[in-house]
């Protein structure tokens, strides 16, 4: 309970109960917000630290699965915040730009990226000297354009499991496009959004830059955390593997000399047999065999 009234207060601090003036809400906001001052709606705090939680908890299970969760901000105010957050636990992001099809046309996203790799490998190992200066600017220019577009996805070798979104409405495309294909999706959702759209709605402030500093801030540790969990299980499953092979080499180990020591026994065993069967042949009497020469009788002398 203090943890939460600690979060809240945090919350409350950041200005995340700020929703926007009445006449541009979304009826559908109604359950999460807590009163309306001065003409603006307030978000009930009490709801935002609940689903903010609750969206944790499954980002940090998604992340401990191992699968990709990408983050998607094209709002001024949260580029830079949303860029370092997913930087700092290796996630693949998009804030310049959501460019049509970046999910439903994986394959061929894909391909622009190949692209911008392969100019990048060009310009960097000597391969485009051969190249005139005109052509070379060009290839820098044309690299510079798609880094700035794809590159926080140049990692991202297959679709994400998971997409997190600062404002729904401004990203309606990457919402609609991860619906088509059965991404789960989390979101900040303003009082002007429609927070049945996304699987995941936190509602909060999606406007001001420290609403979004704390909340995707939140959300990454929670995402660490999951990394870090995957990573000492994984350590403890090769520790506890490394252990079975040791147990296992020591097994073979062990019938190996068991083996042999029998097969020592074995011969010896018929080395006794061996020596038996001569020594009995040794004692048995021998017959004596007459030789060429004539025996004279006895008591014969000469006539």
Same mark, same amino acid.
């Given at each position: 309970m203090e943890n939460n009234t600690s979060l809240q207060q945090q919350l409350l601090e950041a200005g995340v109960h700020f929703g926007h003036l009445k006449k541009k809400w979304n009826p559908k906001m109604l359950p999460y917000i807590f009163a309306e001052k001065k003409g603006i709606h307030i978000i009930d705090l009490n709801k935002t630290v609940d689903h903010l939680q609750e969206a944790s908890a499954a980002l940090k299970q998604i992340a401990k699965s191992g699968k990709k969760i990408m983050f998607v901000a094209t709002k001024k105010q949260a580029k830079e915040i949303v860029t370092e957050c997913a930087k700092r636990v290796n996630m693949p992001y998009a804030t310049e730009r959501w460019l049509g099809g970046m999910l439903t046309n994986f394959n061929t996203v894909r391909k622009s990226v190949k692209k911008m790799q392969s100019i990048e490998k060009m310009l960097n190992d000597g391969s485009a000297e051969s190249l005139t200066k005109k052509e070379r600017l060009t290839l820098t220019r044309d690299k510079?354009?798609?880094?700035?577009?794809? =590159?926080? %996805?140049?990692?991202?070798?297959?679709?994400? +499991?998971?997409?997190?979104?600062? /404002? &729904?409405?401004?990203?309606?495309?990457?919402?609609?496009?991860?619906?088509?294909? #059965?991404? +789960?999706?989390? #979101?900040?959702?303003?009082?002007?959004?429609?927070?049945?759209?996304?699987?995941? *709605? &936190?509602?909060? @402030? /999606?406007?001001?830059?420290?609403? %979004?500093? %704390?909340?995707?801030?939140? &959300?990454?540790?929670? %995402? $660490?955390?999951?990394?870090?969990?995957?990573? *000492? @299980?994984?350590?403890?499953? /090769?520790?506890?593997?490394?252990?079975?092979?040791?147990?296992? +080499?020591? +097994?073979?180990?062990?019938?190996?000399? *068991?083996? *042999?020591?029998?097969?020592?026994?074995?011969?010896? #065993?018929?080395? $006794?047999?061996?020596?038996?069967?001569?020594? =009995?042949?040794? =004692? $048995?009497?021998?017959?004596?065999?007459?030789?060429?020469?004539?025996?004279?009788? $006895? =008591?014969? #002398?000469?006539?």
């Open positions: 510079e354009k798609m880094e700035k577009v794809l =590159g926080g %996805i140049a990692q991202l070798g297959r679709l994400p +499991a998971a997409l997190f979104m600062v /404002d &729904i409405s401004v990203e309606h495309i990457a919402l609609a496009e991860a619906k088509r294909l #059965g991404i +789960a999706t989390f #979101g900040m959702v303003d009082t002007n959004s429609d927070p049945n759209k996304v699987d995941f *709605a &936190i509602p909060a @402030n /999606d406007d001001a830059t420290k609403s %979004i500093a %704390i909340i995707t801030n939140y &959300i990454t540790a929670a %995402i $660490a955390e999951g990394l870090a969990e995957r990573q *000492a @299980n994984k350590d403890e499953e /090769d520790s506890s593997e490394e252990g079975s092979n040791e147990n296992e +080499a020591k +097994a073979r180990r062990l019938e190996q000399e *068991a083996q *042999a020591e029998g097969g020592r026994g074995r011969g010896r #065993g018929r080395s $006794a047999d061996a020596s038996a069967a001569s020594g =009995g042949a040794a =004692g $048995a009497p021998k017959r004596r065999v007459g030789g060429g020469g004539t025996r004279r009788p $006895a =008591g014969g #002398g000469a006539k």
